[in-house]
């Protein structure tokens, strides 16, 4: 013959059972704690990696126009005509999102602009770009441009022709 026996325990409530063990507590917490890494170091962080994926993209995109007219220098630098529509061509082929408002052209060994009076041989090129950064948490730390919009940074590039 086998014998059941059975234990009868004193039964709690649900909340007493939380309060001796603590477990709602933790759960509490986390609510604050939470917040506390999202605002103090998930946003900021997000901000940083942001402006820096935006600095990156414009100077790729700086690089990359500037190896599409290293090989292609302008036909005749003599000609103002020739050379306006070779930049007017080539900046049209740059990247949209990182405009090239203008190309300057260095001839000769003095680093002066090309022009009808120096029509030495293309040395370098120099243009610009800008990219602005939308900071929401950093804005004192990353806009410190002295652009009319602080959040904006105007960036050149020259290389010399090959």
């Known amino acids: 013959m086998t014998t059941v026996r059975a234990w009868r325990q004193r039964l709690k409530s649900r909340t007493d059972a939380f309060i001796a063990d603590r477990r ?7 609510v604050f704690v939470y917040g ?8 900021p962080l997000a901000d940083v990696a942001i402006a820096g994926f935006r600095y990156i993209s414009a100077w790729e995109a700086l690089r990359g126009f500037g190896q599409l ?10 000609d103002a005509s020739s050379v306006s529509s070779w930049s007017t061509s080539a900046r049209a082929k740059a990247d949209p999102s990182y405009p ?5 052209l260095i001839c000769g060994d003095s ?13 370098y090129y120099s243009y610009t770009t800008t990219v602005t950064m939308t900071p929401l948490v950093l804005r004192s730390v990353l806009c410190t441009s002295a652009n009319a919009n602080p959040c904006t940074f105007t960036l050149s590039y020259s290389e010399r022709f090959q």
Not at 24 to 30: N, R, Y
């Open 111 to 123: 680093n002066a602009v090309c022009s009808s009076s120096n029509t030495a041989s293309p040395k």
């Open 36 to 43: 506390l890494l999202m605002f103090s170091l998930f946003l």
């Open 100 to 104: 090239i408002p203008s190309i300057q």
């Open 69 to 78: 007219i290293q090989y292609a220098p302008p036909p005749n630098i003599a």
């Open 24 to 30: 709602g507590a933790v759960s509490f917490e986390m």
